[in-house]
């Protein structure tokens, strides 16, 4: 099965200051403030919810595709999203513009100061899925981008007949009512987190059972609650599989979206799909970074039996 991943692509530079912003800030010259910090540390880490899902994707055999909009700094993300498997044709690189790109700055007391550049992402909605239909995909997968385009994708897969899974989460905040509701009225799947279902309901008065009946699969992730997968009529509680330690949980959710899409274009069972997504997410919560786990689908299978009974399902995988 063939998987198209839209969605934002961006670099994130992290870094850390060995003091406090607060010693530096005077209450009463806030009009004039001009802070520089100096940091003794950086780390620049390659990120972005499309590229983030692909990632476990390519992990456990696929060969997911990007759809993107990228800027010019983007050479060396490309050479290793390919080098892990992820086709990277449609991600089109802007003129003029960067990778969108999110800086933060963190001090002794947690503290951040923060910007983040949307750079070429904002030209997202200049892409069109016209430009794949001929790669036949089974699902395009709409994640968190630029507002306009994941309305103009939802709009051109209903009308291409391509089934998509729906994910606005970071973006619930600046997608309307209307567009929610026309994003799950088409959906073939809907993931969201506990809040950001709450959050959706209240923007788009539909009531549980409305978004459960509009879409063939809906995945609610609860944190350290694992997982509820309505399908068929019925519902299935996922648990966690247990950290041997928590390193980092930035891009958990996108490791769960890639494991229960591994699972699903192998024709598992939900109940399986969600396991899978669940034994991915351990596996980034474990590391800095939301590129940075690592397995063999050999490894993979293995640390899942310790957990699961799959009666033999994941050998597809081996």
């Known amino acids: 099965m063939k998987i198209i991943c839209t969605g934002s692509v961006a670099y994130d530079y992290l870094m850390k200051f060995p003091g406090y912003f607060k010693d530096h800030i005077l209450p009463d010259q806030l009009e004039n403030i001009s802070l520089s910090f100096l940091v003794d540390q950086m780390v620049k880490q390659r990120g972005g919810v499309a590229p983030n899902i692909a990632y476990t994707l390519a992990l456990l055999g696929a060969r997911p595709m990007l759809f993107a909009t990228v800027g010019e700094d983007f050479l060396d993300y ?184 591994s699972g699903w274009r192998l024709g598992l069972d939900w109940q399986t799909c969600g396991q899978m997504g669940s034994m991915a997410a351990t596996y980034c919560l474990e590391q800095v970074g939301t590129q940075s786990h690592v397995y063999t689908p050999r490894e993979f299978v293995t640390r899942y039996r310790k957990h699961f009974d799959d009666n033999g399902a994941l050998d597809i995988l081996l």
Not at 141 to 153: E, F, H, Q, R, T
Not at 164 to 170: C, F, G, I, T
Not at 183 to 212: M, R
Request: glycine share 10%.
């Open 78 to 261: 490309r050479q290793w999203l390919e080098s892990k498997g992820i086709d990277t044709r449609f991600a089109r690189v802007i003129p003029g513009k960067f990778t969108a790109s999110f800086f933060v700055n963190t001090d002794l007391a947690n503290s951040q100061i923060a910007s983040f550049y949307t750079g070429a992402m904002a030209d997202a909605g200049a892409m069109s899925i016209d430009e794949v239909k001929n790669e036949n995909p089974d699902l395009v997968v709409i994640s968190p981008n630029d507002p306009g385009a994941m309305l103009k994708y939802v709009n051109e897969c209903r009308r291409l007949g391509i089934r998509y899974l729906y994910d606005p989460s970071q973006q619930l905040a600046r997608l309307g009512g209307q567009e929610l509701c026309e994003g799950v009225e088409g959906a073939y799947s809907l993931f969201v987190n506990e809040y950001e279902f709450g959050l959706l309901k209240k923007h788009t008065c539909l009531t549980d059972k409305e978004i459960e009946n509009q879409v063939e699969i809906l995945v609610v992730t609860l944190g350290k609650k694992g997982a509820e997968i309505y399908a068929d009529g019925k519902k299935y509680s996922i648990p966690v599989v247990p950290e041997t330690h928590i390193a980092d949980p930035t891009g958990v959710g996108d490791a769960f979206r890639g494991g229960f899409l």
